[in-house]
């Protein structure tokens, strides 16, 4: 034990309560299997026995024990949140109302005033990370990635069907029925789906409050979490899918579900990671998605240049049996799973929910 406390001994001179030096204890990487060295039954018991241990100033008033700060619902965030959502849709409907250069110019200022938009969202509010921390950045190229993703949704199956058939001739005209079409409603419903996904993210920080507060262990925290993370995707799926039908609706475009439920929940696990500490993976997720997407793109024309067939064999077997969305489910699919395990695995843990955790 004195070990431990000359070993680490920032554990317990900063915390205020025998909670908080538990959420520094897990963060650092003990477990209850640890604990039991020091037999203790699990890391809730072994972090009061330290903080009862730590020697505190008789001169100044011990500090009172401080509540961690709980997620608040606020009018800034909430209008930052549904601000992507409206671009877009102001976006789509200056393409539909423009021709030539001038539909040119719109889609450039409408892509800046979305990126700009979703940043901000992203800033701010749940999407930002645990109340009380610092909004978290995301890794290195995790930006290029996901702009990647959504510019294949918008125009990638259209790409890959050209591309499969000698093409393309000619470049978007931004027309569903052009020769190269594109797929603004799935897009638009991922823009529209941020104020969703913001409040699934307060949701699940709401409850990992609660279960701070409540749980006597660690082991109870994460009990309680458990349900919490499916629950919170299968919300924002389902509210997913329905913007997906109404835009689909509106704009009379396929409303592509399978692709873009596949690459929304690859979108909103990677910002529920990346906001509670972890970056790294969500970042190797969407690069490896990417990648995926940009090799079936590429194989067919470089076949073709190289006079070997072969290279476009499993793109083209792949899109005979599905169809061109087989491509991005595949991606997007495989990259969420990932994901969603790691996140079953890290945001169930009291680490990743507190304001003192420790930066992956």
Known sequence: MKALLHGHPELCERTVDPLETAV?????????????????????????ELYARVPRDTERPSPQPRPLPGPRVRAGWVLLTLLPGALGAATVTGLRLTHGTSRLLVALGGCLAVAL????????????GPPGARARRAAPGTGAWTLWLLGYALLGDGLLRAVLTGGPDAPPTGAPDGPWPTATAPVLALLLACA???????????????????????????????????????????????????????????????????????????RLLTAHRHRRAPARALG????????????PPAGRLSGRAFLAAPVQTLVDACGEAAVPVLACGTAALALLWHAGRT???ASAHAPTGAPE
């Open 24 to 48: 520094r204890l897990e963060s650092y990487g003990i477990t209850d299997r640890t604990a039991a060295h020091f037999r203790h039954r699990d890391v809730f018991s072994l972090a009061e």
């Open 117 to 128: 938009a979703t940043r901000a969202a992203l800033r701010h509010g749940p999407l930002a």
């Open 196 to 270: 969703p996904a913001a409040w699934c993210a307060h949701l699940l920080a709401a409850g990992a409050r609660r279960g701070l507060a409540g749980s006597r262990s660690l082991k109870a925290f994460t009990a309680a979490m458990t349900p919490l993370l499916p629950g919170a995707f299968v919300l924002y799926l389902g509210a997913l899918a329905a913007l997906l039908a109404l835009c689909g609706t509106v704009l009379r475009q396929p409303a592509a579900y399978p692709q873009a439920l596949t690459l929304g929940a690859l979108l909103l696990s990677a």
């Open 288 to 299: 490896a998605a990417a990648a995926v997407e940009a090799v079936a793109l590429a194989l």
């Open 347 to 349: 945001l169930t843990r």
